[in-house]
């Protein structure tokens, strides 16, 4: 399996494709960047509105490495599964396409060990997709920008989050997106098994993605009660819990405390849930195909 | 000698065409079995299930005596194939890929023996060239290589010359019986250029429409006392007709397109003789005795099967 994985990983790292994501990713980051590095506080105030009326805020700490960094996240996770999906959805089908398939197949290793050394080797690939945004909107952005307080947006009003207390909480969103993109993988390796171009279970990863976001966000009882809870974008921007903090009932917040830790491991374990699924699927049917490209 | 293959009923549906019907047929250790038949004849089909990448709906298959569905991995360890196309990936060099599919078949390779391999091939000063820059035949010859680098006893090539020029056609010839001769390999080689499997091949089986044609020694089927001889004449009806009053007439084939008679071929210049006391105006007299002309014999007049190999 070793073996099997080390051969996934080097197909996967040696193709151009792949380094187009990281590409992306970076120019994406650093015109963010570049941007409030000239106009943070500008954007800081329309950010807060009319808050300033009340309050004495120094936009100048405000707008700082962590702030950037989870404007950042809450951007670009929402666009990362297309650049997953550019690589998942060719895993199978790029070989079938290719005519590599009917090579890989005829060799000495089960199919299942095929399909589950792709998975992998796709986790690794998402895995350093993910480090490379931690990098670069980070620690980039603490070099840049500095250390302090975050301001957290919520439903109902602001969120002060001290400095000293946010670190590990990016580690564990960035540990959440990790699995949730994952489930993104599946989901391509899934059409990818069922398809011979390359093409279509990307788009159609993309698609399913598009169209399931819309009916989460949907405010329709009939969808909200019946649908929503069966759909894997519903729980896809989980990390977010991350940077709500608990409070006491006087309204004190709780250093190093997280306010909805149960929905976050529900969301957590309904997307492994997911994996499972899809992946086992995708054995399944790749156990049983008539290879004929 | 014992027996590599042994395929019995073998068939494969798809929705619903029958692409491989109730096949039966044995590979002997050392024998370069040519497998022939025109395009979408079954050939390709039942060399993927060989190779298990199409499941069989009934028979049975059995590689080196033990069954192929039960001993996959073990069996596909001392197999390595050429399917159609020599498709390797184009954004590796041609080093890579030898070295990716030689960790497939358990090999831990080193550099030595790879670029040992891409020299027997002659790749070795395209070692480090990327796929994408290789010529048809270049990608067949690295094919070649990706299949012989672990050493299998049995070889399984799937149109080899598909897309070769003559020198490539000739260099591949030669491949397999230099693998047959000097290495002692089990080769099978399937194509619908049956002269280039004529050339290498000592047995033999056609396929057509799925159905076994008929399996047999390439020598024996090409027995000269039972060629088919064609002829030409102005006009065949007639010459048919006076035929047959003579003692040719049981010889004379039943053939509406052309004048055909299965005979010894020693008895020819006996048979131009009485034609031209016939008063027939002959215009050509063909004995066909090549394979190629056997196998489109039998492939496009089925019912003459019967007669040839009774």
Known sequence: MWNLLQIELFKIFKKPRTYLAFAIIAAFIFLIQLGLLVNGKDWMKFMLGSLDET?????????????????????????????????????????ASMGTLRLLAAKPVSRTQIILAKYFATAVYVFALLLWIAIISLVVSLAVFGKNDLVVAKTNGLQLIESGDVLWRYFFAFGFAFIAMMVVAAISLLLSVLSENSIGPIVATVGIIIVCTLISEMEIPLYQKYIKPYLFTTYMLGWKGFFYIGSTDDGETIKGSIQYLPGILKSMAALLIYIVALVSASVFIFRKKDILS | MSSIIQVKNLSKQFNDIQAVNELSFTVEEGDVYGFLGQNGAGKSTTIRMLLTLIKPTAGDISIFGKSLSNYRQEILKQVGAVIEKPDLYKYLSAFDNLAIFAKMSGMKPNRALLLDQLKMVGLEERAFSKVKTFS????????????????????????????????????????????????????????????????VANRMLIIHKGKKIVEGDVAALLDPSKSLVQIETDN??????????????????????????????????????????????????????????????????????????N
């Open chain 1, 55 to 95: 309050m004495n805020i120094d936009y100048n700490k405000l707008v700082n490495g962590y702030a950037v960094c989870y404007f950042v996240l809450n951007l670009l996770l929402v666009h990362v599964p297309i650049l997953v999906a550019l690589v998942a959805g060719d895993v199978v089908s790029g070989e």
């Open chain 2, 136 to 199: 048809q035949g270049m990608k067949q010859r690295l094919g070649i290589a990706v299949a012989l680098v672990h050493n299998p006893q049995l070889i399984i090539l799937d149109e080899p010359t598909n897309g070769l020029d003559p020198q490539g056609i000739a260099d591949m010839r030669n491949l397999i019986l230099h693998l047959s001769r000097q290495l002692g390999k089990t080769i099978v080689v399937s194509s619908h250029l049956l002269s280039e499997i004529e050339l």
């Open chain 2, 236 to 309: 065949n009806v007639m010459a048919r007709e006076k035929l047959g009053l003579t003692k040719w007439a049981p010889l004379i084939q039943d053939n509406a397109l052309c004048l055909q008679l299965k005979m010894n071929k020693e008895a020819v210049p006996q048979l131009i003789t009485d034609l031209v006391s016939l008063q027939v105006q002959l215009l050509s007299v063909n004995p066909m005795h090549s394979l190629e002309d056997y196998f489109l014999s039998l492939t496009t007049q089925a019912g003459h099967v019967e007669s040839f190999t």
